[in-house]
């Protein structure tokens, strides 16, 4: 049996067959634009952040009323914390990094206003940042403690002459020489060297393209609000934040402990937009999958029906189970197929307007024959059982009147 | 002959309950998808102030950095805050209907009674024009006056929530708090106000709750205020003072003017040309002049308020809707095809071609109706579902009277294009013709 019985059939129902394949076409263009921006999503989440996320608390503490002395305050606290069981290192910080806030500034390589700068993220820790993060250090040293000093507010912080700079801040301002040693100049041209170089770490603003770009001076921030960041053993994390919350609370009642949160909670509210996008076009595409998915298992067991008597006579005529299942699966994937056709032209014009007009990521063409071959299993799947139904037509319907 | 119609309808879905499930469940899906995204684009849209959105103009003067501009990327922009200085003697100069500087800060308001702990509560530190600019509505009390901006008193306005918290919800006009150990008096309770998006503070996030009270702006030098906001520097400058922080060219000052009507947006411009000429004068000012007003929808538009993601969906979700249809018209189609005998036969009988149309749209109608009102449900749904994902304060995201009218609209409209053909179709089957056959 060819494909002539096949194609009449088709063609007595063409606006059908040419719907199905329309919306097999629209299906495959929203579903590999979407997948391509939910791998993105996914990715993007999943960086490596050059931390240990997962062992990390933060709390803010900040004091006030007459007498409050806050030089005091964040010696005693980081005691405090560094005498609880568990705890590995802690440091008060200006900012804390993946946390959506941050500072951030622009440094050069020689002392001339005139030249563009770099741009990077920026922190102010103790010596015991880089631990009280997981951070580890691949080059030079760490800050000598006489090198930290407390910042209080609104004084003018004298620009301290070690720093300690991330690998793709040392690329970006040193390409391929070797940065350590190096001495790079502030926006008001005062120099500082670079002691220690970071292979990885991320600054504060996870959408930001500089994210990699991190500077570290020694000190400690006395600001109005005080950020702690300390690393705690593994494990230990969720039993240790209401110890730390409360301790710190009762240490000095002229304060409000304005919370204690892990980091791996604010790293994920940072990236909250990005999960909210890769679940909504999830859901919208396992949605889309299922109700094409049934429209065609629907409409071909409509058709078996209608044809019941056409595929008795056919059986009656000789022809066997497996031609008719054929006749059916091959019916289904010049659909699919045509549909495929239609599709791919689609979701290129789909991929063209997302990245013109919202300036998205262009689509990795990979992405079209997966997608193509995809479907063809996924129609192939969905058509069997009808066509498996068809294909038990006794040859003696034929004979009867419907 | 519509509720025969409509009977006739109910009747032929109820015989082929598979098709007509699978019709209804498509157009639930593609409307439940389709207006979830829409109400989330229609909200971020949405025009926080109608009645006066073109006469609240937030204002931008070039003050950067003589070599580089503020934004690398639009290089014709000026820095969308302005320095404290600036913003002090625009509001002394009020040459506006009315002008707010201001800018969110954060402070601890110590316990009222004993056993009670202190607690942290955000603050938008501004003028007391603030609340008429803006509609702010009051259930006790009011805002401040322009004395009380002038002499800088300790004056504050709270939100109803942090009133609820503080005082019970009872009215506590003229009671008093004690915040960075100044005794504040309370001046006026503002009622539930939620614009979205947060027109007056883009920057600072254009989805956020409002700041849980309001205090004078005047009070910065005196209390030494420190904003929780954003602030942009480019000039290496001493500061190790307040005083010279407040004399820096930091921009981190959010100014707002509210002019009689939108005529006189040129007249506003000049006089703030007048303004940066003389500061000009005076060694400031070194970039060209540049000098902007931008009304509430402008100034949305300039902080890209609708993010990029909102209008992917929207799109994507209308291409689904688009399958939805295809799929209606497929399976619809299929249905009429298989009624061929009954149509031919009411044909024969008398029915003529405009009776049997119109009983197939009304078929169409009705089943879009129903997919309309179940593609709500879902919508409800996928509300809560972003609203959770997005953590959105409570009651942010929820449809509206326009949103259900859209959905129903669409259902039915989208409904009835689908039928469109299929009724074409079944019409053009002549009487009898099929009844030969069989």
């Known amino acids: ?402 | 002959m519509f509720k025969y119609n409509v009977k006739l309808a109910f009747k032929s879905m109820r015989r082929n309950p598979i098709m007509t499930g699978l019709m209804v469940a498509a157009i639930a899906v593609g409307i439940g998808v389709s207006i979830t995204t829409l109400t989330v684009y229609y909200l971020m849209s949405g025009n926080p102030i109608p009645d006066k959105s073109n006469e609240l103009f937030a204002i931008t003067m070039d003050s950067w950095d003589p070599l580089r501009p503020f934004d690398d990327d639009n290089p014709e922009r000026a820095p969308h805050q302005v320095t404290f200085h600036d913003a002090e003697r625009l509001i002394a100069i009020g040459k506006g209907k009315r002008q707010t500087a201001m800018f969110e800060s954060s402070l601890i308001i110590e316990p009222i009674n004993d056993g009670e702990l202190p607690y942290e509560a955000g603050a938008r530190v501004t003028s007391g024009d603030f609340f008429p600019m803006f509609n702010v509505p009051f259930i006790y009390g009011s805002g401040w006056d322009k004395a009380a901006d002038e002499a800088a008193e300790p004056m504050v306005v709270l939100t109803k929530a942090l009133n609820e918290r503080l005082f019970g919800g009872d009215d506590s006009v003229g009671k008093w708090l004690t915040m960075q150990g100044t005794r504040f008096q309370v001046a006026g309770v503002i009622d539930a106000w939620e614009p979205i998006p947060r027109f007056y503070d883009p920057i600072n996030g254009g989805f956020r709750e409002v700041n849980d009270m309001f205090i004078p702006y005047s009070l910065t030098r005196t209390l030494e205020l420190q904003s929780t906001g954003s602030d942009w520097g480019w000039k290496a400058e001493e500061i190790s003072s307040f005083e010279q922080w407040l004399n820096s060219e930091a921009v981190w000052i959010q100014y707002i003017v509210e002019l009689d009507s939108a005529r006189d947006r040129d007249e506003y411009t000049s006089h703030l040309d007048a303004y940066v000429g003389e500061q000009k004068r005076l060694g400031r000012f070194e970039r060209p002049l540049n000098n902007n007003l931008y009304n509430v929808m402008e100034w949305m538009e300039y902080h890209e308020v609708v993010a990029t993601d909102s209008k992917v969906l929207v799109g994507l979700s209308f291409l689904f809707l688009t399958v939805c249809l295809l799929s209606t018209i497929a399976l619809m189609l299929t249905k009429f095809v298989g009624k061929k005998g009954e149509t031919s036969l009411r044909r024969a009988l008398g029915a003529s071609r405009k009776v049997i149309f119109r009983q197939q749209i009304v078929e169409v109608a009705v089943v879009g109706f129903s997919g309309g009102l179940i593609g709500l449900a879902l919508a409800g749904l996928g509300l809560q579902g972003i609203e959770y994902l997005y953590d959105a304060p409570a009651g942010l995201v929820t449809l509206d009277w326009v949103m259900v009218f859209a959905a129903i609209a669409i259902a039915v409209f989208s409904g009835m294009i689908a039928g469109l053909y299929p009724a074409w179709r079944v019409c053009s089957i002549p009487p009898a013709a099929q009844l030969k056959t069989q």
Do not use: C
């Open chain 1, 1 to 402: 049996m060819g494909f002539g019985p096949m194609i009449s059939a088709l063609m007595r129902n063409k606006t059908g067959a040419i719907l199905v394949a329309l919306q097999i076409a629209v299906t495959l263009a929203i579903v590999i634009n979407s997948l391509y921006i939910i791998v993105q999503r996914v990715e993007k989440i999943n960086r490596e952040t050059g931390m240990d996320v997962n062992n990390v608390i933060v709390t803010y503490v900040r004091g006030f009323g007459e007498g409050f002395d806050v030089v005091d305050s964040i010696t005693n606290d980081i005691d405090l914390i560094n005498s609880i069981p568990g705890v590995v290192a802690a440091t008060v910080a200006n900012h804390v990094p993946l946390s959506g806030s941050g500072s951030g500034t622009g440094l050069r390589t020689v002392a001339d206003e005139t030249i563009e700068s770099v741009s990077t993220g920026r922190y102010r820790w103790s010596e015991a940042g880089l631990d009280a993060l997981g951070i580890e250090l691949s080059r030079g040293r760490n800050f000598f403690p006489e090198e930290v000093n407390y910042i209080l507010p609104a004084s003018d912080p004298p620009t301290p002459p070690s720093i300690i700079v991330t690998q793709d801040l040392a690329n970006d301002l040193f390409g391929e020489e070797d940065a350590l040693g190096k001495t790079v100049y502030w926006g008001d041209m005062e120099p500082s060297k670079i002691v220690g170089i970071i292979d990885h770490m991320h600054g504060s603003w996870v959408s930001w393209d500089k994210l990699g770009n991190v500077v570290i001076q020694p000190g400690k921030p006395a600001y109005t609000t005080n950020k702690y960041i300390i690393r705690v053993e593994p494990g230990m994390r969720d039993k240790l934040m209401p110890i730390i919350e409360k301790k710190l609370g009762e240490s000095n009642r002229q304060r409000v402990v304005k919370g204690v949160e892990s980091l791996e909670e604010m790293a994920q509210r940072s990236y909250r937009r990005d999960r909210g996008m890769a679940i909504v076009l999830s859901v919208v595409i396992s949605l889309l999958i299922g109700l094409t998915a049934l429209v065609i298992v629907g409409l071909a067991s409509f058709h078996v029906t209608q044809r019941t008597k056409q595929i008795g006579t056919l059986r009656a005529l000789g022809a066997r189970r497996i031609d008719i299942i054929r006749q059916f699966m091959l019916e289904n994937w010049l659909i699919t197929t045509t549909g495929a056709v239609f599709g791919v032209v689609l979701t290129g014009l789909v991929a063209y307007w997302l990245e013109v007009s919202f300036e998205l990521p262009r689509l990795d063409w990979r992405y079209l024959p997966a997608g193509v071959l995809t479907l063809w299993v996924l129609s192939s799947l969905a058509a069997f059982e009808p066509a498996r139904r068809a294909a038990s037509v006794p040859p003696a319907v034929a004979t009867r009147s419907v």
